[in-house]
């Protein structure tokens, strides 16, 4: 058994990504064409949104982001230190200042409760996580974001389908804040064969300073309005990502399937707690990530009985030396430190085969029930 397999989704889409790749070689046009701008056009249709601009990288679509809304040299953003090291990336890279606010200990996204004490004057944004494919928690983010006059980055790398009900309305990730950030990394729900990321928003503006950023700053070729950098999606990575577009809710209520099956095995566990739903929220598990106090016991358990599985993630970004310099110490965030120490991910993705998952309900069980603490 793999964590993730890929091969089989690319050998039972073998003729239509053949066909994608065939159609762009052989009209000649690599970079900022028709396949992109019709993956554009589809993923704002998906996220329900106007305007989606097409960039290198998940990482990218945030830096960019960032930028096009204004964020620069010394201003404050505010994230979880429970993510992909990309999120405070782009902000340290923007010479702005990452300012870490503890997760939620039910969802592992920031705890919405306490972003407010952490907002000063020269606090700009706030970059919600949808981590594991599940929404951060938009209302009171919403709420503060508004009376703080702050803008909102959701980063949506592992939620592309995953939605919220927010009011009464159900509404997809990445169309609540001004920008929304996805990545086609392979091993995400959608996954490209190489880089790729998208940024979606309702506003004409960010839209197309985006649109400019990512590609010199120019509209008109040799004419550069701003100083941009060379971020497009190539047209390789948008026809294949369009032919497996069509199948990403399936793949997704796949995944839902599986997680629910899981869940349903470990409901007689007292000691390993499953991941939990929020109401109105449509989890799409990229990550099924369970927490115990015997994780790293039962790590090696599974890897024993050969069951891979993965830590997402083992140190937060707080404690990173790359953010050494923020000045934080062991402590600060001590929800973070406790996901980091006792979260685990089994494996999880649409071709995960029924006996495949029924082994791993099976061990984790049996590493409960016969192997005492
Ligand atoms: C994958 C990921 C990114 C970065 O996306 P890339 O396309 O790899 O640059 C950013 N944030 C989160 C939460 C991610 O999971």
């Known amino acids: 058994m793999q964590f993730l397999n890929l091969s089989k989704q690319r050998l039972a889409l073998r003729g239509p990504l053949r066909r994608a790749v065939e159609r762009v070689l052989n009209r000649g046009a690599f970079i900022l064409g028709e396949e992109g701008a019709t993956l554009e056009h589809r993923i704002a249709d998906l996220t329900r949104t106007r305007y989606a601009v097409g960039v290198n990288s998940g990482t990218d679509a945030l830096y960019l982001s960032l930028q096009a809304l204004g964020i620069k040299s010394g201003d404050e953003v505010i994230i979880t230190p429970f993510t992909f090291v990309a999120t405070a990336e ?36 706030i970059i919600p996580v949808h981590l594991y494919g599940q929404m951060a928690d938009m209302q009171p983010i919403m709420h503060i974001a508004k009376h703080k006059r702050l803008a909102i980055i959701e980063d949506s790398a592992q939620a592309l389908g995953a939605s919220q009900v927010v009011r009464g309305k159900r509404r997809m990730a990445g169309s609540l804040g001004n920008v929304g950030c996805f990545s086609f990394f392979p091993t995400k729900n959608l ?49 294949m990502l369009l032919a497996k577009l069509p199948y ?22 007292p000691e390993l707690r499953a991941p939990v739903t929020n109401v109105g929220s449509y989890h799409i598990f990229h990550q099924y990530t369970v927490r115990t106090h015997r994780r790293d016991a039962l790590q090696s358990y599974l890897e024993h009985h050969g069951i ?66």
């Not at 891979?308 to 083992?314: D, L, Q, S, V």
């Open 308 to 373: 891979p599985t993965a830590i997402h993630y083992p140190l937060p970004l707080h404690l990173q030396p790359a953010f050494k310099y923020l000045g934080y110490h062991r402590g600060d965030f001590p929800e973070a430190e406790r996901a980091a120490r006792e979260a685990l991910s089994l494996p999880i993705y649409p071709e995960l085969r029924a006996a495949e998952q029924a082994a791993v309900a099976r061990a984790v069980t049996h590493f409960f029930t016969s192997e005492p603490a």
């Open 191 to 239: 996954g490209a064969y190489g880089d790729a990321g998208m940024a979606v928003t309702n506003d004409a503006r960010p839209a197309e300073v985006l649109r400019l950023l990512r590609n010199h700053g120019s509209r008109k070729k040799y004419h550069h309005e701003v100083l941009g950098v060379s971020s497009r999606l190539d047209e390789l990575q948008a026809a």
């Open 248 to 269: 990403l809710r399936r793949w997704n209520m796949a995944r839902r399937r599986i997680a629910a099956q899981y869940t349903r095995a470990f409901s007689g566990i």
């Open 90 to 125: 782009v902000i340290a890279n923007l010479g702005a200042r990452p300012v870490f606010v503890d997760i939620n200990s039910r969802t592992y996204n920031i705890d919405a409760t306490k972003i407010e004490r952490v907002v000063t004057k020269r606090t700009r944004a």
